[in-house]
C-alpha cells in the first residue's frame, strides 16, 4: 500500500515562512495531479493549491501571492511554499496526490497523514 509521507509543518510567527515536502512512501510509477488541502478546527477541509503533471495551477483566493505549489516529477514529490504567513493559515496541511503505482492500472488518489501548520506569536 502507497502512503504519502509529508514534511515541513511547525510553528511560525506571522510574516514568517515555511516550506511543506509530500512524497510517496515507496517507488511507484507516475503521479498525476497533486495538491495540498487544509483543515482548521471546526472547518471543512478546503483546497489550498494543485497542480497537475504538466504544470497547469490552481490556488484559493486565500493564498494567492503568497503560497508557490511546485513539484518534481522525477521524484514524484510535490512543494508548497508559504511565505507571509497569517494566524488564519493556522490548520492541518493533507497532501492529495492521483498515483498510478504500476505500469498498467488506473490511477488512485492518496491523501497524506496531515501536518500541523501554527502560525502565531
Known amino acids: 500500500q502507497v502512503q504519502l509521507v509529508e514534511s515541513g509543518g511547525g510553528l511560525v510567527q506571522p510574516g514568517g515562512s515555511l516550506r511543506l515536502s509530500c512524497a510517496p512512501s515507496r517507488s511507484i510509477f507516475m503521479t498525476y495531479s497533486m495538491g495540498w488541502y487544509r483543515q482548521a478546527p471546526g472547518k471543512q477541509r478546503e483546497l489550498v493549491a494543485a497542480?497537475?503533471?504538466?504544470?497547469?495551477?490552481n490556488y484559493a483566493d486565500s493564498v494567492k501571492g503568497r503560497f508557490t505549489i511546485s513539484r518534481d516529477n522525477a521524484r514524484n514529490t510535490v512543494y508548497l511554499q508559504m511565505n507571509s504567513l497569517k494566524p488564519e493559515d493556522t490548520a492541518v496541511y493533507y497532501c492529495?496526490?492521483?498515483?498510478?503505482?504500476?505500469?498498467?492500472?488506473?490511477?488512485?488518489?492518496?491523501w497524506g497523514q496531515g501536518t500541523q501548520v501554527t502560525v502565531s506569536s
Open positions: 497542480i497537475t503533471r504538466g504544470g497547469t495551477i
Open positions: 492529495n496526490a492521483d498515483i498510478q503505482d504500476r505500469p498498467i492500472g488506473a490511477p488512485v488518489g492518496y
